[in-house]
Nanobody
Framework: QVQLVESGGGLVQPGGSLRLSCAASGFTFSSYTMRWYRQAPGKERELVAVISSAGGIRNYGDSVKGRFTISRDNTKNTVFLQMNSLKPDDTAVYLC?????????WGQGTQVTVSS
């Protein structure tokens, strides 16, 4: 079955960096667009970044443009989110997502906390 497992979250000071990973299995990873979302307490789930199946097209939410970079390694079935210049407003659970045959699949999420 489809599995998405995020890792790499943690506590970081403002201005710091983190690199999130999402390991995928159960489907042909290299054929599908992958997304990172985030969910902060009391806020709607927000699309952070999208990467096409071959990695040639990448899009970002306005709040993270210029600071975050999405990438993927199709040989390792993994998608990454490099987060730089982190701000307290980036605090959230970060979730990996893909859509297969019209169905959304989610990982369990990884917590990112930006605080001094």
């Amino acid at each position: 079955q489809v599995q998405l497992v995020e890792s790499g979250g943690g506590l970081v000071q403002p201005g710091g960096s983190l690199r999130l990973s999402c390991a995928a299995s159960g489907f042909t990873f290299s054929s599908y667009t992958m997304r990172w979302y985030r969910q902060a307490p009391g806020k709607e789930r927000e699309l952070v970044a999208v990467i096409s199946s071959a990695g040639g097209i990448r899009n970002y939410g306005d709040s993270v443009k210029g600071r975050f970079t999405i990438s993927r390694d199709n040989t390792k079935n993994t998608v990454f989110l490099q987060m730089n210049s982190l701000k307290p407003d980036d605090t959230a659970v970060y979730l990996c997502n893909t859509r297969l045959n019209g169905l959304d699949y989610w990982g369990q999420g990884t917590q990112v906390t930006v605080s001094s």
